[in-house]
C-alpha cells in the first residue's frame, strides 16, 4: 500500500489501482499530478487522510471509501461523467 505521509518527498506513484465490483480494476494514470492534487482525488474519492500514522482511521472508513455528497464515485469516472475521469487508463 502506498502511504502519502511516509512517502520520499512526497512523491506520487504513477498509476493508482482501484477496484469496482463489476468493471474490475481501474487504473488512473497519476504520474503528471501534482501531490496537492493527488491529495484531493483521494479525497473525492473518499479516502480519509490521516494527519498521523499512528491516527485511528474513523469508523466510516474501515470498509473503505466513503465519497463525499460532493465526491466523485467509481461509476462517475467509469461513465465519463467526473473531472478525473480523464485519468482512466483504458486497455489497449
Not at 463489476?22 to 499530478?33: K, Q, R, T
Amino acid at each position: 500500500m502506498y502511504d502519502l505521509l511516509t512517502s520520499p518527498e512526497h512523491v506520487a506513484p504513477p498509476v493508482i489501482n482501484l477496484e469496482h465490483d463489476e468493471a474490475g480494476v481501474i487504473e488512473l494514470d497519476v504520474s503528471s499530478m501534482t501531490y496537492d492534487d493527488l491529495v484531493t482525488l483521494l479525497r473525492d474519492l473518499g479516502f480519509h487522510r490521516k494527519s498521523a500514522s499512528d491516527e485511528s482511521v474513523p469508523e466510516e472508513y474501515q470498509n473503505g471509501a466513503n465519497p463525499p455528497s460532493d465526491g466523485t464515485t467509481l461509476q462517475q469516472l467509469l461513465d465519463g461523467t467526473s473531472k478525473w475521469s480523464k485519468l482512466v487508463k483504458h486497455p489497449e
